[in-house]
């Protein structure tokens, strides 16, 4: 793939020397704003085994500021974002820790009292085309953010994105470091190795270079469609392919289809080789909303994606992502928003996943494991907590090759409006 490297290489600096006409959107000042989210995160996961360490605790209070300006007038359009990021610690011990809601000492293990980070991102806007250089927290296929405990991951490069064509969304970018969610450390990227994915490495297990390009297109307005390449320089390639159709049937109803495929070999730096498969239904009536999926992993490798971040497997759940060697996997879940019965702002979730075939190795049966998740959020819609969000989020997993976990997180946040 060097060839493919060089390619989005030159059309990335083409991009940052784009000279596209077009009007500003916005002033610099006007259009400027600032938010602080507040996020208190508790949570409780119990290994249920009687060896090693029995349970992680930890209870923090996070506190994420958001800054961005306009643009400056004239065809090319400047500005700047800011991000801050403060974790404090509320609750720990050394014996409870290593939750990944707090930074832990590398030497002793434990909980930091506080740990946080900042990070600049100069823009330019040139008519429908966006180009950002700094920290990023890009939500794309083969690259995705991780906002699952108290603060989000981040990582630093720069990402053009381009809407010229309507309905086509075009992205090319070129990250080079990543800063944990439970870290302020800035660092090269690895690919993440848990469970029985097999993934080994040769003389290298980081890269300072993920390369990504590829387009969303609404072919109709039913049916979306997308390819996206992404590939950390040295280990990894990776081809992701997704198609969306949402059939509407009637009032207050449809019927969603999701099938993606991603294709990931080595580099030269690793034994990556897997092909994964997903397909997802959902038939939503009134409030209600029915899921089924069937996920499949193939090759001689688990699935790859970025160590810290997220991926675009359709069995990404609370704790697993059953993307191990040869895994096949199967969802049911079940969604409702109490919208339907008079109650705005609450909703639940639930959903059920079993894994079998896991390559476990000469000699050795089939690995098998199962999740069961439940989502119970309200989020307040007036009066003087409006935006007051309240979430309870518990997990079972148990594995015949992995640990057995019960899990339970409590979340609360509130998102202030500074101007």
Not at 227 to 243: A, K
């Amino acid at each position: 793939m060097q060839h493919d490297r060089k390619t989005i290489c030159h059309l990335l600096c083409a991009g940052a020397t784009l000279t596209i006409a077009g009007p500003s959107s916005a002033a610099f000042i006007e259009d400027s704003k600032a938010s602080v989210e507040l996020r208190n995160f508790y949570m409780n996961r119990d290994f249920r085994s009687g060896a090693g360490q029995s349970k992680a605790e930890e209870w923090a209070q996070g506190f994420i500021l958001k800054m961005e300006s306009g643009y400056t007038e004239g065809p090319i359009g400047f500005g700047v974002d800011a991000l801050g990021l403060l974790g404090v610690k509320l609750d720990s011990s050394p014996d409870r820790s290593g939750t990944g809601v707090l930074q832990r000492d590398r030497e002793s293990g434990r909980a930091q009292d506080d740990y946080g980070s900042a990070g600049l991102t100069a823009k330019a806007k040139m008519s429908d085309t966006t180009l950002h250089v700094g920290t990023l927290q890009p939500i794309l296929p083969v690259i995705m953010r991780n906002d699952s405990r108290l603060l989000p991951n981040t990582y630093r490069g720069a990402w053009l994105q381009s809407k010229e064509v309507s309905g086509l969304t075009f992205d090319i970018g070129k990250l080079d470091r990543i800063s944990y969610r439970d870290s302020s450390d800035s660092e090269e990227m690895t690919v993440f190795n848990g469970g029985l994915r097999n993934i080994s490495f040769g003389n290298r297990t980081t890269s300072d270079e993920f390369l990504f390009a590829g387009a969303r297109y609404q072919i109709m307005p039913e049916l979306t469609g997308s390819y996206y390449y992404g590939g950390l320089d040295g280990i990894y390639d990776q081809h992701n392919f997704n198609l969306v159709h949402v059939l509407p049937i009637g009032d207050n109803q449809s019927f969603k289809s999701d099938l993606r495929y991603v294709r990931s070999t080595d580099d030269g730096g690793s034994n990556v080789d897997n092909n994964a498969f997903g397909a997802l239904f959902t038939y939503k009536i009134g409030g209600h909303g029915f899921t089924a999926g069937y996920q499949k992993m193939s090759g001689d490798t688990g699935f790859a994606y970025i160590s810290g971040g997220d991926n675009s497997l359709i069995n990404l759940l609370q704790i697993n992502d059953f993307g191990n060697e040869d895994e096949k996997s199967w969802q049911v879940r079940y969604d409702y928003d109490f919208t339907a019965m008079g109650i705005p702002g609450l909703s639940l979730m639930t959903r059920y996943v079993t894994g079998d075939n896991v390559d476990r190795g000469a000699g050795l049966s089939e690995g098998e494991e199962w999740e069961r998740d439940t989502d119970i959020a309200y989020v307040i819609q007036d009066g003087p907590l409006k935006n007051l969000g309240m979430k309870v989020r518990n997990a079972t997993v148990r594995s015949n090759f992995g640990s057995d976990l019960n899990e339970t997180r409590l979340i609360v946040s509130y998102a202030l409006p500074l101007w």
